[in-house]
């Protein structure tokens, strides 16, 4: 666990995100709010980023997802277009198909609330290379 304030959420933090670790860079936390064995076939959670922390490029099959930002800072970013900066009361729809990646900014931690449906495919990590540029 973390006692950076900044990670504190509407929420709760939640857990270490170990399940999804291997398609993020960095410290993510991850609380389902909707239990997604429940037979709801639709996920509903919120997702802490430490600072730099950000997952790799996917696209939502099948479905789509929604990003409330609660909580810092970051960034949001679709195949071939510019990295945006993102904030607290930031809303994101990522349609179906869509390769993109979110995660925090290099100095804040970013918290969202992820409704999403379908399943991800997971693709290519962000590099530091990349990751570094976006602040320039
Ligand atoms: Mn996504």
């Not at 960034?75 to 990646?101: F, M, N, P, S």
């Not at 609330?113 to 540029?133: H, I, N, Q, R």
Request: proline fraction near 2%; include cysteine; hydrophobic fraction near 35%.
């Amino acid at each position: 666990m973390t006692d950076n304030k900044d990670l504190q959420s509407l929420f709760g933090l939640g857990d270490k995100n170990d399940a999804f670790a291997k398609y993020f860079i960095g410290q993510s936390y991850l609380k389902h709010l909707v239990d997604p064995h429940d037979n709801i076939d639709f996920g509903v959670g919120v997702v802490t980023f430490e600072p730099r922390c950000r997952n790799n490029w996917h696209i939502h099959r099948e479905g789509y997802q929604i990003l409330l930002v609660t909580d810092g800072e970051g960034w949001y970013q679709e195949w071939g277009q510019a990295a945006r900066k993102i904030k607290k009361g930031d809303v994101i729809v990522t349609h179906d198909g869509i390769k993109h990646w979110h995660g925090a900014s290099s100095k804040h931690s970013m918290t969202h609330l992820a409704l999403t449906a379908g399943k991800a495919e997971w693709l290519e990590p962000v590099s530091d290379d990349t990751y570094d540029k976006l602040d320039k």
